[in-house]
C-alpha cells in the first residue's frame, strides 16, 4: 500500500519536507518507512515501528491513532503531528 | 524577620488606594496550606473580600496581586503571580497570569499577596518599596504604552524595580485592557481596567526579603532534574517553533477559527504560518524570566520598527479570525495590542464580530472588512481612543452584540462575555465543554480539555458524557499549576502530575501533603470560583456556546456539529462528576 503522509510541527522540521509518501500495509510499516528515509525524524519522533512519546498520528484528519497494527489502505492519508496543541 | 511558615511570609499586604493607606494582614497556614498561592489563594480572598457582590469598576472593588510559594525557588518556570479580580467583561471571577521579574520582585517585598481597593484621587504610579507604600502622579506617563511606561519608569525610579503597567487602553477602562511587565501580559479578563479604574498607571516594586525553603538542598537538586526535562522532548515544540506552529495543525483538522468562527479552515493559512514567516524575517528567541523552556520566539518587522512576540493566539486572532493573511499585518496589529494594553483574543474576536455584523448589514461602518489589514489596525487603534466605533468595541462582543440587536448575539464569539479562543468547538468537543463550564468564560488556560480531543480517547468530533471527567482531570492540572504557579508547558515532563507537584511543595514547605491533598485541594479552587460566579450572579444557562455553534456544523467539516442537548448532556456530566448538582448549583 502506499499513503500520503503529512508532516506538521517538529515533525516537519526533522523531515524537512510538509508532504511525501509511505509504504506499508498498517501505521507501523509506514513509520519504519519513515524513520528509515528521514533519520533526524526517527530521531525524534519514530521509535521502531511506532510514535515516541508526545506525537500522534491522523487518519485523514478524522481519527487519532497510535497501535502500530492500525491497518491502512492504498491512498490513505496519516498526518503526523505533536501531541501538544496548547498555545 | 523570618516567616516561620517556608515558602511563604505569612501576610499579605493591603492598600487602600483614595487614602494611600497601608496594612499588613496576617495569612494563616490553614488558610495557605488550603489553597496554596497564586489563583488559589487569590480566589479565596476575593471571595472574603467580597469582591463578588461589588462591580469591578467601582471603588469598593478589590484586585489582588498574588505570588505563590514556588516563587524565588530555583524550579523552572516558577516567577509567576497571578492578577485576580471580578472581570469586568464578564461579571464574573477573574485570574490572569503572567512571568516576570515583577513575580520576584513583588515577593521580596515581604508579602504573599498585593491587594488593592478604593480609588486613587489622581492618575497614579503605587510604589511598593519593601515595606514602604507610596502614590506618585502618574500625570507625566499619561497616555504612554505599556512599553514606554516600564522603560520611562525604570529610568526614573532605578532598574532594581519591577513593574506592571496598563497601556492606554487600561487607562480608559477598554474592558479587556491587560496588566504588563516585561512584554508579558497578565491578559484575559480585563484586569487591565480594573487596575484603570482605580487611577493606578503602574505598580512598581522592590524588596530583599526572601522567604526560607524546608529542604534547600534536596530542592535544588530536584529543580536541576526539572530543567534538564524542560529542554527533553516534551518541550521541544515550544522552544523550536513556539505556540505558532500550531496554526498549520489546526488547519488541517479544520479547527482553526476563521472569520468568526464561519469556517474552520483558512485559505492564507500557509502565508502566516511561523514556518513562512520566519523565511523573510529575522526569528529571536526569548523566555520569561526563570524559564528553560524559552518559548517565545520574536520576529522582526519589515519596517525596521522592532520586533514582536507571536504566540499562536495573537496570529489566529488577528489574522484567520479577522481574515487577515498579511504577516506583516498580523505582526503590526501584535505589537498595537502589546503597546495598547489589549488582550488578542477578545481584540480580535469582537473586531471579527463586528466585521460579521458590517457583512450581514447589521453595522453601517463599510470600511470594516474581513481581510482589511487597514481596517484591523484602525479598529484597534479606535478602542483604545474611544474614538468612533472604538467605544463599542471597548465594550467587548457580548455588549456589543446587545447594543446591535437583531439576534446578533447568535454569533458573538464568546462565552459569559469571554471571547473564544483559537480552537473551534465543534471539532474539539471535549474543548467544548471546557469552555462552556469555564468560570472566567471561554478559556484554554483553565481547562486543557484540547488535550483530550488530541488522543485516542475520544472521537474529537462526537465527544460523550463519559468524557467528562477526564475534562475535570485537565481543569484541575490547571488549577493546582495556577496556584503553585508553574507554567502549563511544563506539564508534558511530569510523569503523575499530583504527586510530583506534591514532592515539590513537600520540599519547599516542609508539609507532608500528598498528591491525593493536592487532587482534592485542586477541586477545592475550581468550586470555589464556581463559589464567586454563584455569588456574584452566575446561572446555569450561561454555561453554553453561541447559539449558531450549537446550530450549524462547521461547513469545512460536517461531522464537527454540536446541538444543545449534546453540550447539555457533557454538561451534566461534568457538573455531577464534580459532585454538584446535575445543572451546576454547588
Known amino acids: 500500500m502506499q499513503v500520503v503522509v503529512e508532516l506538521f510541527g517538529i515533525a516537519r522540521a526533522r523531515a524537512g519536507v510538509g508532504q511525501t509518501t509511505a509504504v506499508g500495509d498498517c501505521l507501523g510499516d509506514v513509520l519504519a518507512d519513515l524513520a528509515a528515509r528521514f533519520p533526524p525524524l526517527a530521531e525524534s519522533c519514530i521509535a521502531g515501528r511506532t510514535l515516541r512519546s508526545g506525537f500522534l498520528a491522523n487518519l485523514g484528519g478524522k481519527r487519532f491513532v497510535t497501535a502500530p497494527d492500525t491497518p491502512l489502505a492504498d491512498g490513505d492519508t496519516v498526518l503526523l503531528l505533536p501531541l501538544d496543541a496548547g498555545g | ?586
Open chain 2, 1 to 586: 524577620m523570618a516567616s516561620p511558615l517556608p515558602g511563604y511570609h505569612g501576610c499579605l499586604l493591603r492598600i487602600y488606594l483614595s487614602t494611600g493607606v497601608s496594612e499588613q494582614v496576617a495569612l494563616d497556614e490553614t488558610l495557605l496550606r488550603s489553597t496554596i498561592g497564586g489563583s488559589g489563594l487569590g480566589v479565596e480572598l476575593l471571595l472574603r473580600e467580597g469582591a463578588a457582590e461589588t462591580d469591578p469598576l467601582s471603588p469598593d472593588a478589590s484586585i489582588a496581586f498574588v505570588f505563590s510559594p514556588l516563587v524565588g525557588s530555583p524550579l523552572t518556570t516558577s516567577a509567576k503571580f497571578a492578577v485576580v479580580s471580578k472581570s469586568p467583561l464578564t461579571g464574573r471571577i477573574n485570574d490572569s497570569l503572567a512571568s516576570s521579574g515583577f513575580a520576584l520582585a513583588g515577593k521580596k517585598t515581604g508579602h504573599d499577596a498585593i491587594v488593592l481597593t478604593g480609588r486613587a484621587p489622581r492618575l497614579s504610579i503605587l510604589v511598593i518599596d519593601e515595606g514602604v507604600v507610596r502614590l506618585e502622579s502618574a500625570e507625566r506617563y499619561r497616555g504612554l504604552s505599556t512599553r514606554e511606561t516600564e522603560r520611562r519608569l525604570r529610568e526614573n525610579l532605578g532598574s532594581e524595580f519591577q513593574t506592571a503597567t496598563v497601556g492606554p487602553a487600561g487607562e480608559r477602562q477598554v474592558l479587556f485592557a491587560t496588566i504588563s511587565h516585561d512584554g508579558r501580559h497578565a491578559g484575559r479578563g480585563g484586569s487591565g481596567a480594573v487596575l484603570g479604574s482605580k487611577n493606578i498607571k503602574a505598580i512598581a516594586v522592590r524588596g530583599t526579603v526572601r522567604p526560607h525553603w524546608a529542604e534547600p538542598a534536596a530542592l535544588v537538586e530536584l529543580a536541576r532534574k526539572f530543567s534538564e526535562k524542560s529542554f527533553g522532548p516534551a518541550t521541544a515544540k515550544y522552544r523550536e517553533l513556539g505556540t505558532a506552529s500550531n496554526l498549520l495543525t489546526f488547519n488541517r483538522l479544520h479547527v482553526l477559527p476563521t472569520r468568526n468562527f464561519q469556517q474552520g479552515s483558512f485559505a492564507g493559512a500557509e502565508a502566516i504560518s511561523p514556518e513562512q514567516i520566519s523565511v523573510a524575517r529575522e526569528r529571536t528567541r526569548s523566555s520569561c524570566m526563570a524559564c528553560t523552556i524559552g518559548c517565545e520566539h520574536l520576529y522582526g518587522l519589515q519596517n525596521g520598527t522592532g520586533s514582536v512576540r507571536l504566540e499562536y493566539e495573537n496570529l489566529f486572532a488577528l489574522g484567520p479570525l479577522c481574515g487577515i493573511d498579511d504577516p506583516e499585518v498580523i505582526l503590526a496589529a501584535s505589537r498595537l495590542c502589546d503597546d495598547l494594553g489589549l488582550d488578542t483574543i477578545s481584540a480580535g474576536g469582537t473586531i471579527a464580530f463586528a466585521m460579521e455584523c458590517v457583512e450581514r448589514g447589521l453595522l453601517d461602518e463599510p470600511w470594516l472588512k474581513f481581510g482589511d489589514g487597514a481596517s484591523l489596525l484602525q479598529s484597534l487603534d479606535s478602542i483604545a481612543t474611544g474614538d468612533g466605533l472604538g467605544q463599542l468595541l471597548a465594550q467587548g462582543s457580548r455588549r456589543m452584540a446587545h447594543a446591535i440587536g437583531h439576534d446578533s448575539i447568535d454569533f458573538a464569539p464568546q462565552v459569559k462575555g469571554l471571547e473564544i479562543p483559537g480552537y473551534d468547538p465543534r471539532g474539539l468537543q471535549t474543548m467544548a465543554l471546557g469552555f462552556a463550564v469555564g468560570s472566567r468564560g471561554a478559556d484554554h488556560n483553565r481547562s486543557g480539555a484540547y488535550e483530550v480531543d488530541f488522543s485516542t480517547a475520544v472521537d474529537r468530533c462526537n465527544v460523550g458524557p463519559e468524557s467528562a471527567h477526564l475534562a475535570v482531570e485537565t481543569e484541575d492540572k490547571a488549577a493546582l499549576m495556577d496556584s503553585l504557579i508553574l507554567c502549563k508547558f511544563l506539564r508534558g515532563v511530569f510523569t503523575d502530575f499530583f504527586a510530583e507537584s506534591a514532592e515539590i511543595l513537600r520540599l519547599v514547605t516542609g508539609w507532608d501533603v500528598t498528591g491525593n491533598e493536592l487532587r482534592e485541594t485542586a477541586g477545592r479552587i475550581v468550586t470555589n470560583k464556581k463559589r464567586f460566579n454563584i455569588r456574584a450572579g452566575w446561572t446555569p444557562d450561561e454555561d453554553t456556546l453561541p447559539p449558531r455553534m450549537l446550530r450549524q456544523a462547521l461547513p469545512d467539516d460536517p461531522r464537527a456539529a454540536l446541538s444543545k442537548e449534546s453540550l447539555g448532556g457533557l454538561i451534566r456530566a461534568y457538573n455531577l462528576a464534580r459532585g454538584w448538582s446535575a445543572d451546576g448549583w454547588i
